[in-house]
């Protein structure tokens, strides 16, 4: 029986499929551990694992950010990042390089010492490791450790050729265009920490590990073997790194009927009486403390979509938007946003990685507004798949928004189908066998 060790970041959007991933690897009869700050817990237990508690960096994130016990430095670049959103693409987009050399490779040394000693006291035949927590990667690189790597977000977070770069997206949608100079700045920023990510690598293993290669580039450091992309198989995706397998989940949700509980399946009764359709409103864990964007949305569904009701998942902004409740909404802090889109008819979500596989597990059409990271490459294959439309939150007003959500509702299916079908015959035990297979 292989001996698994799936190491997770402390931000819920990584480590809950992580944890789905690590329930159908150990299904596959592996003896699975699943190592992550000591809050997701009950992660491990759903899945049915054993936890052992590692802290891999400064930032955490358990469900709602802004609520999140943070460090002061941590708390301001939260901040700072949330209001850089209200500018534009690339206003966010730079604050995220310039905030990525301080979080995404800290205390390395701890984290090195740290999995030498898990490894001594809980030996693993193998690892699974997010690629956004680089310095696990290093480590383990270092330590000579096998391992797999996970890839959470859209699959070009992985650049293969030259030109591509960590940050900069590799394709954009129909409502999000930046200008030539814009990206010309973007771009170097992100050419600038490519270059000093690389050697920070460099000197941590002349240090550590000078028997270890150096990559020729940091941020395309992976495992030689396996690579897990949280991602539909697309036609159009950018060239992967040669060397691995790619292991396309699909999705990493959970399978089957899932039950949102008593209290949200009473909700959808209610809202289905005051409004035959009912759509979802959800921008993820960070984003949601935008509730200038939450508010034009469900005001704009209400005004635009007289037959649809809206639920809002609004994070620390909930009390805020309380006054939108009523016999067409429900605002509530967090949603079991995964059971709620069995039940819905449409989504608005900000692109993240989760909520576009999950609306494609649920057959689900999107109204995709991106704000930052990978957000505008999903928001991209959204609409390139025929899954959803892209608006610019930037310019976002509620008449456009409403006017959307009806198109979206209004559309046929056809394309979301086929695709969604294809997703669902993949998933969490799919990648998980073949994962197993090519780990054997």
């Not at 809950?16 to 551990?33: C, I």
């Not at 993949?426 to 054997?440: N, Q, S, V």
Request: aromatic fraction near 6%.
């Amino acid at each position: 029986m292989p001996r698994v060790t799936v190491i997770a970041p402390p931000f819920h959007s990584h480590a809950a499929p992580l944890s789905v991933l690590a329930r159908e690897l150990q299904a596959t009869g592996a003896e699975v551990t699943f190592a992550c700050a000591e809050a997701f817990v009950p992660l491990a237990e759903a899945a049915g694992v054993d936890f052992e508690p590692l802290r891999i960096g400064r930032n955490a994130n358990t469900g709602i950010a802004r609520r999140t016990l943070q460090g002061e430095d941590e708390a301001r670049r939260l901040e700072e990042f949330l209001e850089a959103t209200r500018a534009g693409a690339v206003p966010a987009l730079l604050v995220q390089a310039r905030h990525r050399r301080a979080d995404m490779l800290a205390e390395p040394e701890r984290v090195l010492s740290e999995l030498r000693a898990l490894h001594a006291r809980r030996p693993a035949d193998w690892y699974v490791v997010d690629q956004l927590s680089y310095a696990v990667t290093l480590a383990l690189h270092c330590l000579d450790l096998p391992y797999a790597t996970f890839c959470p977000g859209h699959p070009s977070y992985l650049p293969a050729a030259p030109g591509d770069l960590f940050g900069v997206p590799y394709a954009w949608p129909q409502a999000v265009r930046p200008t030539a100079a814009d990206l010309r700045t973007l771009r170097r920023e992100a050419q600038t920490n490519d270059h000093s990510f690389t050697a920070l690598f460099a000197r941590f293993i002349a240090r550590h590990a000078p028997h270890r290669p150096v990559p020729g580039r940091a941020f395309a450091l992976c495992s030689a073997q396996a690579v897990v992309l949280n991602y539909p198989r697309l036609d159009w995706l950018p060239p992967l790194p040669e060397g691995p397998a790619y292991v396309f989940t699909g999705h990493l949700t959970h399978t089957g009927d899932l039950d949102p509980g008593p209290f949200w399946n009473a909700e959808v009764r209610r809202l289905r009486q005051a409004g035959r359709r009912l759509v979802l409103v959800a921008l993820g864990t960070f984003l949601s403390a935008r509730r200038d964007v939450l508010e034009s949305v469900a005001r704009g569904v209400l005004a635009e979509c007289p037959d649809t009701s809206v639920i809002i998942a609004a994070g620390d902004q909930a009390q805020a938007l309380r006054t939108l409740a009523g016999p067409r909404v429900a605002v509530a802090a967090t949603v079991p946003q995964q059971a709620l889109l069995q039940q819905v008819d449409a989504m608005v979500h900000h692109g993240g990685n989760n909520s576009f596989t999950e609306c494609l597990a649920a057959g689900v059409p999107a109204l995709v507004l991106p704000f930052s990271s990978d957000q505008f490459s999903v928001a991209h294959d959204a609409e390139r798949s025929g899954a959803g439309l892209c608006l610019d939150p930037h310019q976002l007003d509620s008449k456009k928004a409403g006017r959307a959500v009806s198109a979206l509702l209004e559309a046929p299916g056809h394309a979301l189908g086929a695709l969604s079908r294809y997703v669902r015959s993949h998933g969490p035990r799919h990648a998980a066998r073949e994962l197993a297979t090519l780990m054997a």
